[in-house]
T-cell receptor, first 118, second 116 residues
Protein backbone atom coordinates (compact mmCIF):
# COMPACT_ATOMS: atom_id res chain seq x y z
CA UNK A 1 0.00 0.00 0.00
CA UNK A 2 1.53 3.32 -1.05
CA UNK A 3 2.21 5.85 1.67
CA UNK A 4 1.52 9.55 1.74
CA UNK A 5 3.14 11.25 -1.23
CA UNK A 6 4.16 14.88 -1.19
CA UNK A 7 5.38 16.91 -4.12
CA UNK A 8 7.65 18.65 -4.69
CA UNK A 9 10.16 17.42 -2.12
CA UNK A 10 12.35 20.49 -2.35
CA UNK A 11 11.78 23.96 -3.69
CA UNK A 12 13.32 27.37 -3.54
CA UNK A 13 11.30 30.57 -3.87
CA UNK A 14 11.94 34.24 -3.37
CA UNK A 15 10.09 36.63 -1.11
CA UNK A 16 6.76 37.75 -2.47
CA UNK A 17 6.21 34.69 -4.62
CA UNK A 18 3.59 32.07 -3.97
CA UNK A 19 3.88 28.31 -3.71
CA UNK A 20 1.56 25.34 -4.01
CA UNK A 21 2.34 22.04 -2.34
CA UNK A 22 0.57 18.80 -3.12
CA UNK A 23 -0.30 15.78 -1.01
CA UNK A 24 -1.73 12.42 -2.03
CA UNK A 25 -3.02 10.51 1.00
CA UNK A 26 -3.01 6.79 1.56
CA UNK A 27 -5.75 5.15 -0.43
CA UNK A 28 -8.98 5.14 1.56
CA UNK A 29 -7.93 7.90 3.93
CA UNK A 30 -10.37 10.79 3.90
CA UNK A 31 -8.63 13.18 6.25
CA UNK A 32 -5.59 15.21 5.31
CA UNK A 33 -3.75 17.46 7.76
CA UNK A 34 -0.89 19.86 7.18
CA UNK A 35 1.86 20.75 9.62
CA UNK A 36 4.75 23.19 9.45
CA UNK A 37 8.06 22.17 11.02
CA UNK A 38 10.78 24.71 11.77
CA UNK A 39 13.77 24.61 14.12
CA UNK A 40 12.45 27.54 16.11
CA UNK A 41 8.74 26.80 16.38
CA UNK A 42 8.76 23.03 16.03
CA UNK A 43 5.75 21.25 14.65
CA UNK A 44 2.68 23.43 14.23
CA UNK A 45 -0.73 22.50 12.93
CA UNK A 46 -1.84 24.39 9.84
CA UNK A 47 -5.21 22.90 8.90
CA UNK A 48 -7.14 19.71 8.34
CA UNK A 49 -9.53 18.68 5.61
CA UNK A 50 -12.08 15.94 5.76
CA UNK A 51 -14.38 15.13 2.87
CA UNK A 52 -13.36 18.32 1.05
CA UNK A 53 -14.22 20.52 4.04
CA UNK A 54 -11.81 22.34 6.30
CA UNK A 55 -12.75 21.28 9.79
CA UNK A 56 -9.88 22.73 11.77
CA UNK A 57 -7.40 25.53 11.32
CA UNK A 58 -4.27 26.49 13.18
CA UNK A 59 -3.04 29.93 14.10
CA UNK A 60 -1.53 30.98 10.80
CA UNK A 61 -2.19 34.09 8.71
CA UNK A 62 -4.58 34.06 5.79
CA UNK A 63 -1.65 33.73 3.38
CA UNK A 64 -1.78 30.04 4.18
CA UNK A 65 -4.67 28.24 2.55
CA UNK A 66 -5.56 24.77 1.45
CA UNK A 67 -8.14 22.64 -0.21
CA UNK A 68 -9.09 19.04 -0.70
CA UNK A 69 -10.39 17.40 -3.81
CA UNK A 70 -13.02 14.72 -4.19
CA UNK A 71 -10.31 12.04 -4.44
CA UNK A 72 -8.96 13.22 -1.04
CA UNK A 73 -5.82 14.69 -2.55
CA UNK A 74 -4.95 18.01 -0.97
CA UNK A 75 -3.02 21.12 -1.82
CA UNK A 76 -1.81 23.95 0.33
CA UNK A 77 -0.87 27.36 -0.91
CA UNK A 78 1.24 30.08 0.61
CA UNK A 79 1.00 33.49 -0.99
CA UNK A 80 3.34 36.46 -0.64
CA UNK A 81 6.13 34.35 0.78
CA UNK A 82 8.22 35.65 3.66
CA UNK A 83 11.62 34.49 4.83
CA UNK A 84 10.01 32.98 7.92
CA UNK A 85 7.95 30.63 5.77
CA UNK A 86 11.06 28.56 5.14
CA UNK A 87 10.17 25.21 6.67
CA UNK A 88 9.43 21.58 6.16
CA UNK A 89 5.76 21.22 5.34
CA UNK A 90 4.37 17.86 6.34
CA UNK A 91 1.17 16.33 5.14
CA UNK A 92 -0.52 13.55 7.06
CA UNK A 93 -3.50 11.40 6.24
CA UNK A 94 -5.79 9.58 8.60
CA UNK A 95 -8.39 6.86 8.30
CA UNK A 96 -11.71 8.20 9.46
CA UNK A 97 -15.20 6.80 9.41
CA UNK A 98 -18.12 8.63 7.86
CA UNK A 99 -18.54 10.65 11.04
CA UNK A 100 -14.89 11.58 10.89
CA UNK A 101 -14.08 10.66 14.47
CA UNK A 102 -12.60 7.18 14.26
CA UNK A 103 -9.02 7.01 15.51
CA UNK A 104 -8.43 10.74 15.44
CA UNK A 105 -4.82 11.67 15.93
CA UNK A 106 -3.45 8.55 14.30
CA UNK A 107 -1.59 10.22 11.47
CA UNK A 108 0.45 8.82 8.62
CA UNK A 109 2.98 11.40 7.51
CA UNK A 110 4.63 12.00 4.19
CA UNK A 111 8.31 12.88 3.93
CA UNK A 112 7.51 16.54 3.55
CA UNK A 113 8.16 19.39 1.17
CA UNK A 114 11.13 21.48 2.16
CA UNK A 115 10.59 25.11 1.21
CA UNK A 116 13.39 27.63 1.22
CA UNK A 117 12.50 31.29 0.80
CA UNK A 118 15.31 33.61 -0.27
CA UNK B 1 -3.68 26.57 27.38
CA UNK B 2 -2.97 23.21 25.88
CA UNK B 3 0.72 22.36 25.78
CA UNK B 4 3.24 19.55 25.73
CA UNK B 5 6.61 19.69 27.43
CA UNK B 6 9.52 17.44 26.68
CA UNK B 7 12.16 18.46 29.21
CA UNK B 8 15.09 16.74 27.52
CA UNK B 9 16.27 18.20 24.22
CA UNK B 10 19.08 15.69 23.73
CA UNK B 11 19.67 12.28 25.27
CA UNK B 12 22.58 9.94 24.64
CA UNK B 13 22.49 6.29 25.66
CA UNK B 14 24.63 3.27 24.98
CA UNK B 15 23.31 0.50 22.80
CA UNK B 16 21.59 -2.07 24.97
CA UNK B 17 20.82 0.39 27.76
CA UNK B 18 17.31 1.23 28.85
CA UNK B 19 15.60 4.43 27.77
CA UNK B 20 12.98 6.74 29.20
CA UNK B 21 11.84 9.89 27.42
CA UNK B 22 9.75 12.27 29.44
CA UNK B 23 6.57 14.03 28.40
CA UNK B 24 4.23 16.26 30.40
CA UNK B 25 1.05 17.74 29.02
CA UNK B 26 -1.52 20.33 29.85
CA UNK B 27 -4.96 19.68 28.39
CA UNK B 28 -8.41 20.63 29.56
CA UNK B 29 -10.23 17.43 28.76
CA UNK B 30 -9.19 13.80 28.90
CA UNK B 31 -6.47 13.76 26.30
CA UNK B 32 -5.54 11.47 23.55
CA UNK B 33 -1.76 11.02 23.77
CA UNK B 34 0.76 9.99 21.16
CA UNK B 35 4.43 9.38 20.59
CA UNK B 36 5.84 9.87 17.12
CA UNK B 37 9.38 9.28 15.85
CA UNK B 38 11.17 11.12 13.06
CA UNK B 39 14.32 9.79 11.44
CA UNK B 40 16.57 12.25 9.58
CA UNK B 41 15.00 13.44 6.35
CA UNK B 42 11.80 11.54 7.00
CA UNK B 43 8.28 12.26 8.04
CA UNK B 44 6.90 11.21 11.40
CA UNK B 45 5.86 7.69 12.30
CA UNK B 46 3.39 6.82 15.04
CA UNK B 47 4.98 4.70 17.77
CA UNK B 48 2.00 4.34 20.08
CA UNK B 49 -1.13 6.05 21.30
CA UNK B 50 -3.34 6.26 24.38
CA UNK B 51 -7.04 6.82 24.03
CA UNK B 52 -8.45 5.25 27.17
CA UNK B 53 -8.32 2.11 29.27
CA UNK B 54 -5.10 0.43 30.31
CA UNK B 55 -2.60 3.13 31.20
CA UNK B 56 0.38 1.11 29.97
CA UNK B 57 0.34 0.97 26.20
CA UNK B 58 2.53 -1.03 23.88
CA UNK B 59 3.77 0.27 20.58
CA UNK B 60 5.91 -0.70 17.66
CA UNK B 61 9.66 -1.36 17.77
CA UNK B 62 9.51 -2.53 21.40
CA UNK B 63 8.41 0.82 22.85
CA UNK B 64 5.88 1.30 25.61
CA UNK B 65 4.46 4.31 27.41
CA UNK B 66 2.62 4.85 30.66
CA UNK B 67 -0.14 7.40 31.16
CA UNK B 68 -0.18 8.91 34.64
CA UNK B 69 -3.10 11.25 35.06
CA UNK B 70 -1.99 12.47 38.50
CA UNK B 71 1.35 13.60 37.07
CA UNK B 72 0.03 14.68 33.65
CA UNK B 73 2.74 12.54 32.14
CA UNK B 74 3.09 10.10 29.30
CA UNK B 75 6.68 8.85 29.37
CA UNK B 76 8.10 6.63 26.66
CA UNK B 77 10.27 3.65 27.58
CA UNK B 78 12.30 0.94 25.94
CA UNK B 79 14.18 -1.73 27.90
CA UNK B 80 17.09 -2.12 25.46
CA UNK B 81 17.97 0.49 22.87
CA UNK B 82 19.25 -0.43 19.39
CA UNK B 83 21.48 1.79 17.25
CA UNK B 84 18.60 2.13 14.79
CA UNK B 85 16.54 3.90 17.47
CA UNK B 86 18.61 7.05 17.02
CA UNK B 87 16.07 9.64 15.88
CA UNK B 88 13.94 12.49 17.20
CA UNK B 89 10.96 11.63 19.33
CA UNK B 90 7.87 13.76 19.67
CA UNK B 91 5.12 13.56 22.25
CA UNK B 92 1.76 14.92 21.16
CA UNK B 93 -1.66 15.57 22.63
CA UNK B 94 -5.03 16.15 21.09
CA UNK B 95 -6.93 14.35 18.41
CA UNK B 96 -10.12 14.22 20.42
CA UNK B 97 -13.46 13.98 18.70
CA UNK B 98 -14.79 17.09 20.42
CA UNK B 99 -13.47 19.34 17.71
CA UNK B 100 -9.80 18.48 17.96
CA UNK B 101 -9.88 15.72 15.39
CA UNK B 102 -6.41 15.55 13.84
CA UNK B 103 -5.13 18.79 15.33
CA UNK B 104 -2.23 17.68 17.47
CA UNK B 105 -0.07 19.76 19.76
CA UNK B 106 3.50 18.53 19.63
CA UNK B 107 6.28 18.86 22.12
CA UNK B 108 9.61 20.30 21.03
CA UNK B 109 11.07 16.84 20.60
CA UNK B 110 13.90 14.84 22.16
CA UNK B 111 16.82 13.92 19.97
CA UNK B 112 18.18 10.50 20.86
CA UNK B 113 21.77 9.50 20.10
CA UNK B 114 22.91 5.90 20.58
CA UNK B 115 26.54 5.03 21.28
CA UNK B 116 27.76 1.63 20.09
Amino acid sequence: KAGVTQTPRYLIKTRGQQVTLSCSPISGHRSVSWYQQTPGQGLQFLFEYFSETQRNKGNFPGRFSGRQFSNSRSEMNVSTLELGDSALYLCASSLQNTQGVYRTGELFFGEGSRLTVL
Amino acid sequence: AQSVTQPDIHITVSEGASLELRCNYSYGATPYLFWYVQSPGQGLQLLLKYFSGDTLVQGIKGFEAEFKRSQSSFNLRKPSVHWSDAAEYFCAVGGTADGGYNKLIFGAGTRLAVHP
